[in-house]
């Protein structure tokens, strides 16, 4: 009802007749006549009665009613539905701006940002040093996780994690089950690496959390980190990927060295890796 109060007639297409309307927005008959059900269903809708209600005629009723990403979502949990997933609105398109600074506020720890199918966005320098994140290279953290030859060669623990993050692409997956997005990454992994094909025919499913890394770094040395993923309700597209030195194995201080100006030198001519 509160919804249906905010939409005037002109708003919605329908001539406001140039008479004072005692309905504050809509009438319940100007909705249901828009949204192409029945008067008395539109209204035992809004009284909450048990009555069948279907996600298309809810998308029917939120299309009339404007309702944004998240009010759809509120309407299909009020009627009993799965939700659809929630889209990004509008102005919230430019809140990468404000991650960027998240991630270089994260310095020196490494930290990157990746979208729903695990493309690379937005990496800071810790990230680049560390994982070898660099431009000229696959900007998939799945593919380059199977197919990236320096950041094989510094994972140390890669054998015992690999299972670990083809369940974690497979639970995102997951999300959007008819998305040929997903199905464009996983047949170019499939081509690319025979291990992530083995890995991927196993079914298994993990939700994306923490996992620990152990990466040998040719100037730095052996890095113990706390790989975690985090959402932003705003922008369900994308995860923020934050990396934590374990306590009590140095990995801070030696991360702290490895973004100065001496560790940065180093890095550039390293002895292997």
């Known amino acids: 009802m509160s919804r249906r109060a905010r939409i005037t007639p002109t708003e919605a297409g329908l001539p406001d007749g140039g008479a004072r309307r005692r309905t504050p927005g809509l009438r319940r008959e100007e909705v249901a006549v828009l949204a192409g059900v029945g008067v008395s269903w539109y209204q035992w809708l809004e009284q909450g009665r048990d009555i069948t209600v279907s996600g298309q005629v809810l998308d029917s009723v939120g299309r009339v009613l404007k309702l944004t990403s998240a009010e759809r979502r509120h309407l299909y949990a009020l009627a009993g539905l799965n939700p659809p997933a929630l889209e990004v ?3 919230d398109q430019d809140m ?6 998240l991630i270089e506020a994260w310095m020196p720890f490494p930290a990157h940002i990746m979208d729903v199918y695990w493309n690379t966005v937005l990496y800071n320098d810790a990230a680049s040093l560390v ?12 593919i380059a996780f199977f197919t990236d030859p320096l950041y094989r060669a ?14 974690q692409f497979r639970a995102a997956c997951s999300e959007r089950p008819h998305d040929d997005g997903f199905r464009a990454v996983i047949e170019e992994a499939r081509a690319l690496s025979p291990e992530f094909a083995e890995l ?10 923490q996992t620990k890394k152990e990466i040998e770094h ?7 980190l706390e790989s975690t993923q985090l ?12 990396h934590t030195p374990l306590p ?3 990995t801070a201080e030696k991360l702290e060295w490895l973004t100065s100006p001496e560790g940065r030198r180093a890095a550039m001519f390293p002895v292997a890796g």
Do not use: K, M
């Open 89 to 91: 609105a509008p102005g």
């Open 96 to 101: 990468c701006d404000g991650l960027r600074r």
């Open 131 to 142: 994982f070898g994140l660099r431009p000229d290279t696959v900007q998939n953290c799945l």
């Open 154 to 167: 510094r994972a140390t623990r890669w054998e015992e994690i690999a299972g670990q993050v083809v369940a």
């Open 200 to 209: 991927w025919e196993r079914g298994d499913v993990r939700p994306g959390g």
């Open 218 to 224: 040719p100037a730095a040395g052996t890095l113990f």
């Open 231 to 242: 959402r932003v309700p705003a922008r369900p597209d994308l995860a923020i990927v934050l």
């Open 248 to 250: 009590g194995t140095g």
